[in-house]
């Protein structure tokens, strides 16, 4: 492994950290999204999208898992053919992701408890964040260094929507977006350059640049939301909806 130093040993602790950190995220983000059906927040009698998207999206969950356990268990060969199956579902991920924030927006508004500006840009920019990584990821896979920091940091930008279902989100505004979607994936990825440092004496730089993607990509889609023609162009894909009725502006819902 490229950077840091290699011992069989070590490796196969650096194996079980990513099968148990696997586990870990994909917890936050099956608990968000029980709790929120069991709390009536969400229904089974959604519209078509909104069950496709859980579908890719729970599909991607299932996939990292195994993909994790595949390895810890040292079945390298299934881990390689069945990591083939990332190049179908990484698209996916970004168009049912960018459709369903302008259905959320276009329905209801999007969650209150966001700006509709800042949700409208970055949520699609998160989500190529992550699939940016994945696919880096993927061309970097012979180096297992790189290969399964890269992915560890792509999912971890996806844990902000099952987590945030588990916080007292309006208490946050005006900085639950940053609370929900930047501060997870950041802590996910000091949490492993802490396990580095203790298995080697120094952080790969893998765990910087997922920094650096989650870190960039907010500046960037919150230059762009705020700005005038960000500010116009949402209002263009709310207009004559639903989700116009509600101010721009993050909200505590009185219900």
Excluded at 53 to 81: E, P
Excluded at 170 to 179: A, E, G, H, K, S
Aim: aromatic share 14%; charged share 10%; glycine share 10%.
């Amino acid at each position: 492994m490229a950077t840091i130093p290699y011992s069989a040993d070590a490796d196969r602790g650096e194996t079980r950290f990513f099968f148990t950190m696997a586990c870990v995220m994909a917890g936050f983000i099956v608990a968000g999204f029980a709790f929120n059906l069991a709390m009536g927040r969400s229904s089974f009698g959604m519209p078509w999208l909104v069950h496709f998207h859980a579908w890719v999206m729970m599909g991607w969950v299932a996939l990292y898992v195994t993909q994790n356990t595949l390895i810890f268990s040292d079945r390298v060969a299934l881990h390689r053919r069945l990591g083939w199956l990332s190049v179908v579902w990484l698209p996916l991920i970004l168009v049912m992701g960018t459709l369903i924030t302008r259905f959320s927006l276009q329905s209801q508004g999007g969650p209150p408890f966001f700006d509709q500006n800042q949700f409208l840009f970055g949520d699609p920019l998160m989500l190529l964040g992550a699939v940016s990584l994945a696919g880096w990821a993927i061309t970097v896979r012979r180096n297992t260094g790189w290969h399964r920091r890269l992915m560890y940091c792509s999912f971890a930008m996806l844990t902000g929507p099952g987590i945030g279902r588990l916080l007292p989100s309006p208490l946050f505004i005006p900085y639950t977006w940053y609370v929900e979607a930047v501060l997870p994936p950041v802590l996910f990825a000091i949490v492993g350059i802490v396990a580095d440092k203790r298995r080697y004496g120094r952080a790969h730089p893998a765990w910087f640049w997922g920094i650096g993607m989650v870190v960039g990509i907010q500046i960037v889609a919150d230059v762009v939301a705020y700005s005038d023609a960000g500010i116009a162009f949402t209002r263009h894909v709310i207009a004559g909806t639903p989700g116009a009725a509600r101010s721009m502006r993050a909200f505590f819902p009185t219900v």
